[in-house]
C-alpha cells in the first residue's frame, strides 16, 4: 500500500514537470477518469 | 500526398508516437499523458529508462467485472431503403420470436456474470417489438444489473420510445444527415420528407436521454457533415458517431475520395469542438484503451443472435445465408434445444489479432485500430487475413492527427471532441450502476 502511494507520488511529481530536459509531460483532460477498460461497452458497431 | 503525413511515426515499445512537423509525441494510455520530445531525445537509452521509471509503458487497467453481452438482431426487416444497406433480404425478412428470444436470455444467468449488457438490432428492431418487450421484461425479472441498448432509426411511435426510455435503454438513433440529406440517404416511403427525426430528437434532448446519433458517411452526405452537426447542435445532441461506409463492387461510387472525406472531417471536428459536440469513431475508440482486437465479438466477449435462430460474430452478418460463414459461430437446435457452438470457428475468428496481419508489424497504430473491422477487410480484399488499404490509411491519419489534436488540447486544458467515446462509455456506466434497485422512475415529457 505505501509502495504504491509512493509511486503515485513519484508519478504526480514527474507530471507537473514540464520541458524539463525538453521533455514535456502534458496529462491527458479526460472528465471520465474512471478505469476506461472497465467501462468499455460496445465497439462491435463500428462499422459502415 | 496525404499519406505522408504519417511517414515518420513510430511503434515506440508499444506506444504510438507520431511527428507532428518539428517534434515527436508519444501517447501513454496507462499513465493517460501524453510527451512531446525532440527526434534527438526520442532515441536516446536514458530517455527511455525515464518514461519506464514513470510508468509510461505499463498495460492499461484491465477489466475486473464479468459481463454477459450479448445482441439480438430482432428482425431483418426495414422501413427504410437505405443506398448502402447490408442485410441479405432475398425472400422476405425474418422476425426473431419472442419465445426464442426468451430461450437465449435463458442460456445467461445471474449466478455466472455480474452484469448483463443487452443490444438489441435489426434491420428496424421496433418492427418486433413484441420480442422487444418480451426480453425486457424477461431480464427485469431475472436480472439485478443489466444495461439495454437499441439502435433504431428512429420511425417507430413515441410511445414505443417512451416505453423503452421508461425501462433506462441508451439509444444509437441512426442519422445520415438533416432530414433532406437523410431522406436522400435513407429513403423512406411513408415519411419521406424525415421530419419524424426531428420529433424524436426533439422527445429525446427534452427527456434527457442517453444517445448518440450514428452517421454512415458517403460521397453523397460527406459534403453535408459539418453543417448537419451544427444542425444536431442547435438541437442540444451531444454525441455524433460516424463512420465512413463499407462498400462492395456494387456501391463502391458511395466511398468518397480519401482527400475529400480527410479535408471534410477536420473541418468537422472544428465544428463539433466549437459546439460541444463528442465525435465518435473507430480511429478514436481505442486511443486510450488499447486493444489486440478491432470489435468485441471478434474477441469472443459477445455474441449476436440471428432471426434465423444462428449465432453470429458480427452485426452486418445477420443469417445463415452470408458468403461470409466465418462469422456464423454456431446455430440453435430445436430438436435437442440446444445451442451447437462451433469451437474452432471462434479460435479462428478470435486469431483475428493485429498480431495476426503482416501490414500491421510496425505500423504506430496497431493497438488503437487493431487491424480494423474483419467484416470490412474481407469485403475489400476477399480475404480475412489481409486488411483494407483504403480505411487503413485513413485511420492511420485520423490516428496521427488525433494524437495531436489530444496534445494540443490537453495542454491549453480542455478537454477532445474525439475522445466522446469514452465520455460516453462513462455515462452507459453510470446508468448501471446500482442496478435495479436504484433505478429511477421517469416522468416523460
Known amino acids: ?48 | 500526398m496525404l499519406e505522408n503525413i504519417t511517414i515518420q511515426d513510430k511503434f515506440y515499445y508499444g506506444l504510438p508516437c507520431v511527428w507532428d512537423g518539428e517534434k515527436y509525441i508519444l501517447l501513454s494510455a496507462r499513465n493517460k499523458r501524453v510527451i512531446r520530445l525532440s527526434k534527438e531525445l526520442l532515441v536516446l537509452p536514458s530517455t527511455k529508462a525515464r518514461l519506464e521509471d514513470i510508468g509510461f509503458f505499463k498495460n492499461p487497467e484491465q477489466r475486473k467485472n464479468n459481463v454477459a453481452r450479448l445482441g439480438l438482431i430482432l428482425t431483418t426487416a426495414c422501413n427504410l431503403k437505405c443506398k448502402y444497406c447490408y442485410v441479405i433480404n432475398d425472400y422476405s425478412p425474418h422476425f426473431m420470436e419472442a419465445e426464442y428470444a426468451i430461450r437465449i436470455l435463458k442460456e445467461y444467468s445471474k449466478k455466472n456474470y455480474d452484469e448483463l449488457h443487452l443490444s438489441f438490432f435489426g434491420g428496424e428492431p421496433t418492427l418486433n417489438p413484441g420480442a422487444l418487450k418480451t426480453s425486457i421484461e424477461y431480464v427485469e425479472n431475472h436480472w439485478d444489473k443489466y444495461i439495454f441498448h437499441i439502435t433504431t432509426n428512429g420511425t417507430a411511435e413515441t410511445s414505443l420510445y417512451d416505453y423503452l426510455i421508461s425501462k433506462d435503454f441508451y439509444f444509437t438513433l441512426s442519422m445520415d444527415g438533416t432530414p433532406k440529406i437523410n431522406s436522400v440517404q435513407r429513403p423512406y416511403s411513408k415519411k419521406s420528407n424525415g421530419n419524424y427525426l426531428e420529433n424524436i430528437l426533439g422527445h429525446f434532448v427534452r427527456n434527457d436521454v442517453l444517445f448518440q446519433i450514428r452517421v454512415t458517411v458517403t460521397s453523397l452526405n460527406l459534403g453535408h457533415f459539418p453543417e448537419f452537426i451544427k444542425y444536431c447542435a442547435d438541437y442540444g445532441v451531444k454525441y455524433i458517431h460516424f463512420e465512413v461506409v463499407s462498400t462492395n463492387s456494387t456501391n463502391s461510387h458511395l466511398l468518397p475520395s480519401k482527400t475529400d472525406y480527410i479535408n471534410v472531417l477536420m473541418k468537422a471536428i472544428e465544428v463539433a469542438s466549437k459546439n460541444d459536440i463528442f465525435l465518435i469513431n473507430s480511429a478514436y475508440m481505442n486511443l486510450l484503451t488499447p486493444c489486440d482486437h478491432f470489435c468485441r465479438s471478434v474477441a469472443g466477449e459477445k455474441i449476436l443472435y440471428t432471426p434465423d435462430k444462428y449465432i453470429s460474430l458480427c452485426y452486418k452478418i445477420q443469417s445463415h445465408k452470408t458468403k461470409y460463414t466465418d462469422f456464423i459461430i454456431g446455430k440453435y437446435s430445436s430438436v435437442k434445444d440446444s445451442f451447437e457452438i462451433d469451437r474452432e470457428r471462434i479460435s479462428k475468428m478470435k486469431n483475428l489479432s493485429v498480431y495476426s496481419y503482416s501490414e500491421c508489424k510496425d505500423c504506430f497504430a496497431k493497438s488503437i485500430c487493431a487491424g480494423g473491422c474483419p467484416e470490412r477487410n474481407i469485403t475489400s480484399t476477399g480475404s480475412l487475413g489481409k486488411i483494407d488499404k483504403w480505411i487503413c490509411s485513413i485511420k492511420k491519419m485520423l490516428i496521427h492527427d488525433a494524437i495531436i489534436k489530444i496534445y494540443n488540447h490537453s495542454k491549453a486544458g480542455k478537454e477532445s471532441a474525439i475522445l466522446g467515446n469514452n465520455y460516453y462509455e462513462f455515462k452507459i456506466h453510470e446508468k448501471s450502476r446500482g442496478g435495479e434497485n436504484e433505478r429511477k422512475e421517469r416522468v416523460i415529457c
Open chain 1, 1 to 48: 500500500m505505501k509502495k504504491a502511494e509512493e509511486e503515485k507520488m513519484k508519478e504526480k511529481k514527474e507530471s507537473s514537470v514540464e520541458n524539463e530536459d525538453d521533455i514535456e509531460i502534458i496529462d491527458i483532460k479526460l472528465k471520465a477518469e474512471k478505469n476506461l477498460e472497465e467501462m468499455k461497452i460496445d465497439r462491435s458497431e463500428a462499422c459502415g
